[in-house]
């Protein structure tokens, strides 16, 4: 029904920048300005968390306070795409980060990608 995939992970020093990108597909990706997407990241053993949500028609945003200021999620309605920009990358923003679409009240998750913020 719905597949995601995420782009742009890597190693960055902190103080850096760095932007993910997911892309939708699938048969409820038609009508994609109707779906609620999400960025989520989980480090090991921890618990998966919210980074970033941008409502169907993008309508609003609400970000994780740790990442307020810093994040921002970006919607393109032509390219059925939700990136995240990620400046002034601290540490403890390494993680796995996942893409995560909320259609008719289902999750649908992409298969991750690793960020690393060290020097």
């Known amino acids: 029904q719905v597949q995601l995939v995420e782009y742009g992970g890597g190693l960055v020093q902190p103080g850096g920048s760095l932007r993910l990108s997911c892309v939708g597909s699938?048969?409820?990706?038609?009508?994609?300005?109707?779906?609620?997407m999400s960025w989520y990241r989980q480090v090991p053993g921890g618990e998966r968390e919210l980074v970033a949500r941008?409502?169907?028609?993008?309508?609003?945003?609400n970000y994780a306070d740790s990442v307020k200021g810093r994040f921002a999620i970006i919607r393109d309605y032509r390219k059925n795409t939700v990136d995240l920009q990620m400046n002034s990358l601290k540490p403890e923003d390494t993680a796995v980060y996942y893409c995560?679409?909320?259609?008719?009240?289902?999750?649908?998750w992409g298969q991750g990608t690793q960020v690393t913020v060290s020097s």
């Open positions: 941008i409502s169907s028609y993008g309508i609003s945003t």
């Open positions: 699938g048969v409820a990706f038609s009508r994609y300005p109707t779906i609620s």
């Open positions: 995560n679409a909320r259609v008719d009240l289902l999750d649908f």
